[in-house]
């Protein structure tokens, strides 16, 4: 039986980079003391901005329901949505118009519905969930996850007279994991800063998602260089001149000389518990194929400091999740993703506070 709930306050986003494009859809749900119940954001692949907006609302309307809810409170920063429900204006997309009946049909479950419009502004909660939906193409499940503090990143810093880390990021694809940071840092879950992001490849996504998020990028490719020593040295000079604390490897898959000013000053996750199915050429779905070629029953992700051998430097920290019967390298890869979301700044942060010492290639973590 489902408990009521006489009145639910929902905040709705959705939005496509390219419209159409990437989307995503995303929704919170409070209850009337501002109460989270549910901060959901589901990514949509290829669609359009008001696909996507309407999106946002069925969810919302299906979570709403499924919890017992009575009465709803939906603001959105969708003018032309919220004016096209109040049958203000008229739908004559066809594109539109199966998921505008989808949502009047959810509407009826409902004793009373408010569709309300308000500004982006007002509605940056929602926001940010869609756009990290967006920026790490997976749903997110950040119930209780976001920042209710309206004061900024800068403020709380300033206030706690605290210094935020200078990292410098290392990249060869998407830069998912860089999204990833750059989320935890934006609500104001790790005091960091990224300074400077280097791709080891001129033309993949994460340069232009980098670029987008008002990031300094420099391209450095290993085939451009004479030897691995220059090629070390050249990334070594980018670091020193942007003053870089620590090196963050988020998909970079070139082995680079680290110079002794670096030591356990460079990190790298890696898609499984090492020391098992580490080393050259376990990257990516290699590694979750051979996961599920060997039968483990648990895999997950670790967080190491680098050294110049390829997964053998001390581990930081280390994150579980259950090897499924009917797991692809896909569907293990989306899981084992999920966790490496929440080591990685976690061991940036310890490193930032102070936490971290190496003794005979084992890293200590202070209390």
């Not at 954001?41 to 009575?70: P, Q």
């Not at 990334?235 to 000013?261: F, H, M, T």
């Not at 797991?327 to 990685?344: G, K, M, N, P």
Request: hydrophobic content about 35%; proline content about 2%.
């Amino acid at each position: 039986m489902k408990q009521k709930l006489d009145q639910i306050i929902i905040y709705t986003d959705g939005g496509s980079r390219g419209n159409p494009g990437p989307a995503a859809a995303g929704f919170i749900l409070n209850d009337t003391a501002g109460t989270q119940l549910q901060a959901k954001a589901f990514f949509l692949g290829r669609t359009t901005n008001n696909v996507a907006e309407y999106t946002a609302v069925c969810k919302a309307l299906e979570a709403a329901d499924k919890i017992g809810a009575e009465s709803l409170t939906v603001f959105t920063d969708s003018e032309l949505l919220t004016k096209q429900l109040n049958g203000q204006y008229k739908v004559k997309s066809d594109n539109i118009k199966p998921i505008f009946r989808q949502t009047l049909q959810l509407l009826g479950k409902f004793k009373s519905c408010v569709i309300q419009h308000i500004s982006r502004e007002q509605n940056k909660q929602a926001d940010s969930l869609v756009n990290r939906a967006l920026n790490l193409e997976q749903d997110i499940d950040a119930a209780g996850d976001l920042e209710q503090s309206t004061q900024t990143l800068c403020e709380r810093q300033a206030a706690s007279g605290e210094k935020p880390i200078r990292l410098g990021v290392l990249i060869s694809g998407g830069g998912t994991t860089l999204m990833n940071i750059l989320e935890y840092i934006e609500q104001g879950r790790l005091n960091a800063q990224v300074v400077l992001v280097i791709c080891s490849r001129s033309k993949v996504a994460g340069v232009e998602r980098a670029k987008t998020a008002g990031l300094k990028v420099t391209i450095i490719r290993k085939k451009d260089h004479s030897d691995i020593d220059e090629f070390s040295s050249r990334i070594e000079n980018e670091l020193a001149s942007a003053y870089v604390d620590l090196v963050v490897q988020g998909g970079w898959l070139c082995l680079w000389k680290i110079p002794a000013r670096y030591r356990n000053r460079v990190m790298n996750i890696h898609p499984a518990l090492l020391p098992s199915f580490g080393g050259q050429g376990m990257w990516g779905h290699y590694v979750h194929e051979a996961v599920l070629r060997a039968g483990c029953k648990v895999s997950g992700c670790t967080v190491h400091f680098c050294s110049n051998e390829y997964d053998k430097g001390p581990i930081i920290v280390q994150r579980t999740c259950l090897v499924e019967e009917d797991d692809t390298h896909e569907t293990l890869a989306s899981r084992v993703f999920q966790q490496e979301c929440i080591a990685y700044p976690q061991a940036i942060k310890l490193f930032a506070e102070g936490k971290l010492s190496v003794r005979d290639n084992k890293v200590k973590i202070k209390e």
